[in-house]
């Protein structure tokens, strides 16, 4: 079990940025995969991002080239670093970890707002 923390979010403007932060209570050296999620309302919870420790990134083809996820390991803690932030971002992002290969792990965060106006 895991227990995840994020932080960050906030409501900026259409083109704006925003970094997401995740902070784990175990070292993420032992977290194989770690991702953030987004669900807006009335949507289903999708990926967005994930980070494996063989050093593999994805993303979701409609935020490629504006967010880009990372992972601090001395502070056990994920990023979701959101640049050119369009209005149809505007979810709450989740942080997810698992300890194998395989996401959504069973713990998440109790997530983050982001709201991006016009």
């Known amino acids: 079990q895991v227990q995840l923390v994020e932080s960050g979010g906030g409501s900026v403007q259409a083109g704006g940025s925003l970094r997401l932060s995740c902070r784990s209570d175990?070292?993420?050296?032992?977290?194989?995969?770690m991702g953030w999620y987004r669900q807006a309302p009335g949507q289903q919870r999708e990926l967005v991002a994930s980070?494996?420790?063989?050093?593999?990134?994805m993303y979701v083809d409609t935020v490629k080239g504006r967010f880009t996820i990372s992972r601090n390991d001395p502070s056990n803690t994920l990023y979701l670093q959101m640049n050119n932030l369009k209005p149809e971002d505007t979810a709450a992002y989740y942080c997810?970890?698992?300890?194998?290969?395989?996401?959504?792990?069973?713990?998440w965060g109790q997530g983050t707002q982001v709201t991006v106006s016009s």
């Open positions: 997810n970890a698992a300890f194998d290969n395989v996401l959504p792990g069973p713990d």
């Open positions: 175990r070292s993420i050296g032992l977290l194989y995969r």
């Open positions: 980070d494996s420790k063989d050093g593999t990134t």
